[in-house]
T-cell receptor
Framework: GAVVSQHPSWVICKSGTSVKIECRSLDFQATTMFWYRQFPKQSLMLMATSNEGSKATYEQGVEKDKFLINHASLTLSTLTVTSAHPEDSSFYIC????????????FGSGTRLTVV | GQQVMQIPQYQHVQEGEDFTTYCNSSTTLSNIQWYKQRPGGHPVFLIQLVKSGEVKKQKRLTFQFGEAKKNSSLHITATQTTDVGTYFCAGPGSEKLVFGKGTKLTVNP
């Protein structure tokens, strides 16, 4: 089945630094990927839709300058949290739709970010 | 915009009891999907329902899609501790899936 690989699984960084999270589709091409944020005991919050070769579409209230998304190829999307602060600590998950396989969205394993 | 509402938010059951989560959409859906997220894990696709009134079963899990294609339910018979997690329904929106807030199931052994 379709696999989405997400790295790193967890990261601890200092306030003010930037963190890059990668999401790769391993056995299919993903023209679109989705980035979510999930707080403890809460639901998935869609942050942005990553589009290969074009600008990402951000949801209302998500700072595009803080959460930089790049989708340079059909198999790789990256999310960079710039100038991270403790309030950015969260679980970030990417997903993609293999299209036409009727297997639903495939999610990455998630990245737990802790900013200290 | 389209909304997908899911209830209950939390459900705690004794092992062996049944469990049901309900999903309602503000609009008619072409399909509805269900996902399970284990504690500490990521959402995993369970099933997709497409037809009005469709019922699908996966072992102890029964999924239903309403006649009007605006609601759905997931029923688990005789819950086991392996069923713990959060169950999400999701319907297609404009170029993206719209997820319900999920129902967190805990099972007391």
């Amino acid at each position: 089945g379709a696999v989405v690989s997400q790295h790193p699984s967890w990261v601890i960084c200092k306030s003010g630094t930037s963190v890059k999270i990668e999401c790769r589709s391993l056995d299919f091409q993903a023209t679109t990927m989705f980035w979510y944020r999930q707080f403890p005991k809460q639901s998935l919050m869609l942050m942005a839709t990553s589009n290969e070769g074009s600008k990402a579409t951000y949801e209302q209230g998500v700072e595009k300058d803080k959460f930089l998304i790049n989708h340079a190829s059909l198999t790789l999307s990256t999310l960079t949290v710039t100038s991270a602060h403790p309030e950015d600590s969260s679980f970030y998950i990417c997903s993609a739709d293999p299209q036409g396989a009727y297997y639903g969205y495939t999610f990455g394993s998630g990245t737990r970010l802790t900013v200290v | 915009g389209q909304q997908v509402m899911q209830i209950p938010q939390y459900q705690h059951v004794q092992e062996g009891e049944d469990f049901t989560t309900y999903c309602n959409s503000s609009t008619t859906l072409s399909n509805i999907q269900w996902y399970k997220q284990r504690p500490g894990g990521h959402p995993v696709f369970l099933i997709q329902l497409v037809k009005s009134g469709e019922v699908k079963k996966q072992k102890r899990l029964t999924f239903q899609f309403g006649e009007a294609k605006k609601n759905s339910s997931l029923h688990i018979t005789a819950t086991q501790t392996t069923d713990v997690g959060t169950y999400f329904c999701a319907g297609p929106g404009s170029e993206k899936l719209v997820f319900g807030k999920g129902t967190k199931l805990t099972v007391n052994p």
